[in-house]
């Protein structure tokens, strides 16, 4: 069902050293905005908040009050986008500065510039589930699930001024399966589960969004499955609850990251979805090719 691109918001001037724009409160964002399309500057708040009920579907939590908005900038330009990544980010900034695709969420801030308006809003529902799943989760997930999740939040319709959300519908990651699967680049799931999107690049850089669409591919067989929808439920709730703590080699607490990701990936699938790797590999790669329709 479409929903209104409406929610109360409360509007102030945001002032920049290139532009003046405008800072817009709801009930869970505040968007610090230069964009001139109206959808990405003043109704964005309004499709972040139909995006969080739809954040709120996909992991099963409960909808909870919030302590305060989740920040979100939204330039008109790079230029400008690259000037606040400047000061926004705190390492690895030149890795930062190099993204193309339109932004990232960086501890819990999601910082985005105007790709045009659907594209904007793709990237801007994927790094806001990131955002979301920061603020609410004090264990972190796997990147197979983490990742899977926010491609899945990517799929939306606008219709004038409303939005539909379709999480089984994702035009891009669904070339990008096809693709995967007709140059028989098919991740085995004992493979897949440790990955992160670093494993992806350095095993091959130029199909690399291959990993994503698999990881896409995945959640919708999780979420088709009732015994499955409901391991993964469960297996966020635990996050939520900050069941997964672990610690490195020196004591210190390890929570995200490569190393955490490795740890905690394919424990937590063979606990809260199946022990049975093979099994389930061969069950998912026939859902998959049904779902590229191959």
């Keep these: 069902m479409a929903v209104p691109l409406e929610t109360e ?16 409160t709801s009930a869970h964002y505040r968007v610090y905005s230069t964009a001139t399309d109206r959808v990405l500057g ?5 499709f972040m908040e139909a995006a969080r009920n739809n954040y ?11 302590a305060e908005p989740m920040t979100i900038y939204m330039l008109g330009t790079r230029e400008e986008w690259a000037a606040l990544t ?11 500065l190099g993204i193309q695709a339109g932004g990232y969420c960086y501890r819990g801030v999601g910082v985005f510039w105007d790709i045009g308006r659907q594209a904007s809003l793709s990237v801007a529902s994927h790094e806001g ?19 899977g999740l926010c491609t899945t939040a990517e799929g939306f319709d606008l219709y004038g001024n409303a939005v ?16 995967m699967i007709g140059r028989r680049e098919w991740i085995a799931m004992r493979e897949l589960l440790p990955m992160d999107a670093g494993d992806a690049i350095a095993r091959n850089p130029y ?25 993964m439920h469960r297996l966020i709730r635990d996050a939520e609850k900050g069941r997964f703590a672990l610690t490195n080699s020196d004591g210190e607490a390890l929570n995200g990251g490569r190393l955490y990701n490795r740890l905690v990936s394919e424990p937590l699938f063979r606990s809260y979805i ?21």
Excluded at 42 to 46: K, M, P, S, Y
């Design 9 to 24: 918001v409360r509007s102030a001037t945001w002032q920049t050293p290139y532009a003046t724009g405008a800072e817009l």
């Design 42 to 46: 003043r109704n964005l708040c309004a």
């Design 56 to 66: 709120l579907a996909l992991t099963g939590l409960d909808d909870v009050p919030a």
């Design 86 to 96: 400047r000061h926004v980010v705190k390492e690895h900034v030149e890795l930062y």
């Design 129 to 147: 589930l990131h955002q979301f799943l920061h603020h609410r989760l004090r264990s972190r997930l796997p990147m197979w699930l983490e990742e």
């Design 164 to 179: 539909r959300f379709t999480p089984d519908v994702n035009r891009a990651r669904f070339a990008d399966l096809r693709k």
């Design 207 to 231: 199909r690399s969004v291959g990993y994503y669409g698999q990881l896409w591919a995945l959640v919708q067989f999780l979420r088709s499955r009732p015994d499955y929808r409901a391991g």
């Design 274 to 294: 199946s022990d049975d790797l093979d099994a389930f590999d061969r069950e998912f790669r026939a859902f998959a090719l049904e779902l590229a329709k191959l």
